[in-house]
């Protein structure tokens, strides 16, 4: 188990808490808007990086399942605790047979990632022809981004592993992969030491603290 697995396998426990204070659960909710308002809404769909299902859960539906994977077995006994599919296992070698998902996610998982590309490119190769995926990242240029960079930079057990992204970066990542952007849109358009979040959608800049790609395969 590499050291980044480890210290999120050692918060599994707690790692649902920040979901349940007065802030993160409007943080919650707002992440989980954008990305409805980006993924399909039927189909089985992947969410990389699931950690403990949290959003697989909020997001999946009458039409649309959802598999969590990630390589943190505390993690994913959260998320069975769910009563969701959970397979463990790493995003640059994806244990699933071409062409089995009708879309897939990641909600702040491309900042841990050492090979985004390669995860990118497993994805696409794991994917019905045509798949969107979507990537919710923590904007690198707001406010959200300058505080999780401090807290990494002073030990924090989970980013301290962090490399924040920028929207031209994550876009460009994507074309090196294989995918073409189509559409952006940004959320968390207050700062993090304000007690109520701008939960609206809005068009991505430095205004938003988080933002998300929906991109489709170059032909």
């Given at each position: 188990m590499s050291e980044p697995v480890k210290d999120f396998d050692s918060v599994a426990g707690s790692y649902d808490d920040w979901y349940r204070h007065p802030q993160g659960l409007q943080v919650f909710k707002a992440e989980a808007a954008l990305l409805s308002s980006l993924l399909p809404h039927r189909g089985l769909g992947l969410e990389v990086g699931a950690g403990t299902g949290v959003f697989a859960e909020r997001l999946r539906g009458e039409c649309c399942e959802i598999v969590c994977l990630d390589p943190s077995p505390g993690m994913l006994s959260k998320a069975r605790d769910r009563g969701l599919l959970a397979v463990i296992g790493l995003g640059d070698n994806l244990p699933f047979r071409s062409g089995a998902f009708s879309f897939a996610y990641m909600a702040t998982v491309a900042e841990f990632l050492s090979d985004p590309v390669g995860v990118f490119r497993e994805v696409r190769a794991s994917s019905k022809t045509g798949s969107p995926l979507v990537i919710l990242f923590i904007n690198s240029g707001s406010l959200w981004g300058?505080?999780?960079?401090?807290?990494?930079?002073?030990?924090?057990?989970?980013?301290?592993?962090?490399?924040?992204?920028s929207l031209y970066e994550v876009e460009r990542l994507l074309l090196e992969a294989g995918y073409m952007a189509e559409a952006a849109r940004g959320t968390l358009t207050t700062g993090p030491m304000e007690p109520k979040v701008g939960a609206e959608?809005?068009?991505?800049?430095?205004?938003?603290?988080?933002?998300a790609v929906k991109a489709k395969p170059v032909s």
């Open positions: 300058k505080f999780y960079t401090e807290i990494g930079l002073k030990g924090d057990p989970v980013f301290r592993h962090a490399v924040l992204l959608i809005a068009s991505p800049s430095d205004s938003c603290g988080v933002i």
